[in-house]
């Protein structure tokens, strides 16, 4: 990611221990973009720039408008524009999508709270024999964060990022929406021809909502870990489906909320 298109700079007046100073500081970029499919409006999401073909292709697959990679005859940036604008074959949902959803940096694709769309879509169960070790998972936040030069810089951006069964640093994206972040490294899948990732865990910052576990589904990652909690909806999404879901992994705690046969923690209390 740019540092120069993903951070704005500005003035601002600190306060501290009974003392005002001025300096400039670095805030996160946020712009829209506007995607395009087979020269139709398709959506417009508030992301942080950078990495936007992985981030319109990701979204293309992870809300089954394509089924993979192959399916997109072109992607490219529109010149002087916000705007991405891609040429898909065989595509299918986007007049449920323009129906239905709405994307913002808050909340990703909203109105999906049904597992029933899931199931629709035929997404299936993450075939994997990945297992992480306890003490593997524990060592993600920590890589994690200090993998972010634009949220050492602002403090404002969410990440995504895939990890192999050592624990090594895969892929990592950084966007104001994690939902955005979830979407580039899938996207970066998608080219690198990666799908399913069914040989990798992935690590979310903030919670695990709903929207992330199911973009997670779709790419067939096996483990899914958040530094917050998870939502009651993600969870039993997670569970129907056989996904590891692992919340609140700081330090050296974590919570499996689904199919913890994945973890090897060990002995157990």
């Not at 400039?24 to 959506?43: H, K, S, Y």
């Not at 010149?79 to 940096?105: L, Y």
């Not at 903030?206 to 096996?222: D, H, N, S, T």
């Not at 039993?236 to 919340?247: D, I, S, Y």
């Amino acid at each position: 990611m740019s540092a120069a298109r993903s951070i704005n700079l500005t003035r601002v007046d600190e306060w501290k221990d009974g003392r005002v100073h001025s300096f400039q500081d670095c805030l996160v970029a946020e712009e829209p973009l506007e995607i395009r499919v087979n020269e139709e409006p398709f959506t417009v999401t508030m992301r942080t720039p950078g990495h936007d073909l992985e981030l319109a292709a990701g979204l293309l697959f992870t809300e089954g408008v394509i089924q993979s990679g192959s399916e997109i005859a072109s992607i490219s940036l529109v010149s002087g524009k916000n705007t991405i604008s891609a040429t898909v074959e065989n595509a299918v949902a986007i007049d449920e999508f323009r129906r239905n959803f709405a994307a913002t940096a808050a909340c990703g694709i909203c109105g999906k709270t049904s597992i029933e769309s899931i199931r629709r879509r035929g997404i299936a169960r993450p075939a994997s024999r990945l297992v992480l070790a306890a003490e593997t998972l524990c060592s993600l936040p920590e890589k994690l964060r200090s993998s972010q030069p634009v949220f050492g810089k602002t403090g404002g951006l969410h990440a995504a990022a895939l990890f192999d069964n050592d624990g090594q640093l895969i892929v990592l994206r950084e966007d104001i929406g994690r939902h955005n972040a979830v979407d580039k490294v899938i996207g970066w899948a998608l080219q690198q021809k990666k799908i399913p990732l069914s040989d990798y865990g992935m690590m979310v910052s903030g919670r695990g909502g709903f929207e992330i576990v199911q973009k997670v589904l779709a790419a067939g990652i096996p483990i899914l870990a958040s530094v917050s909690a998870p939502s009651g909806l993600a969870v039993q999404l997670a569970r129907e489906f056989g996904m590891t879901l692992v919340g609140f992994l700081r330090g050296r705690r974590f919570v499996i909320y689904s199919t913890p046969s994945r973890i090897n923690c060990g002995l157990l209390s």
